[in-house]
């Protein structure tokens, strides 16, 4: 009886803590590739409009590729040049994503989160295109 109860008490935490650890990971994935997507597709598009606009649908595939929804992440395009496209500039984009704990019941509303995760991704503009 002792051995039951005391595997309970100790297993169901460390299941837990591998379930988060897991979710995290599989965040951390998601806007790694996400970041390093969307700076590739927003460089190969002809204007700063259709650029923003496919970064962000590939953002979204990656994220929802691994899990996670739209509605806890977001994405940061800078330039360090005024035109973005023009020929050598750098497009910098950043993705961050907010982690929940599993099997929370009120998560969304309590607003727990395991992490917040960020990634960002660098790319320079052909200069063919």
Do not use: N
């Not at 169901?12 to 591998?18: A, D, E, R, S």
């Not at 023009?86 to 989160?113: I, K, W």
């Amino acid at each position: 009886m002792e051995f039951t109860f005391l595997a309970l008490l100790l297993m169901v935490p460390v299941i837990y803590f591998v379930v988060t650890v897991g979710q995290i990971q599989g965040g951390s994935f998601a806007v790694v590739g996400a970041a390093d997507q969307a700076a590739k597709v927003f460089v190969t598009q002809g204007d700063p409009a259709s650029a923003r606009i496919a970064a962000e649908r590939s953002v979204l595939l990656a994220l929802k590729d691994h899990g996670h929804g739209p509605e806890k992440a977001s994405i940061t395009i800078d330039c360090d040049r005024g035109s973005c496209l023009a020929a050598g500039a750098t497009v910098t984009v950043t993705v961050r994503l907010e982690v929940s704990l599993p099997l929370m019941p009120f998560g969304d509303v309590l607003q727990l989160h395991a992490s917040r995760l960020s990634a960002s991704a660098s790319q320079v503009v052909g200069r063919y295109q």
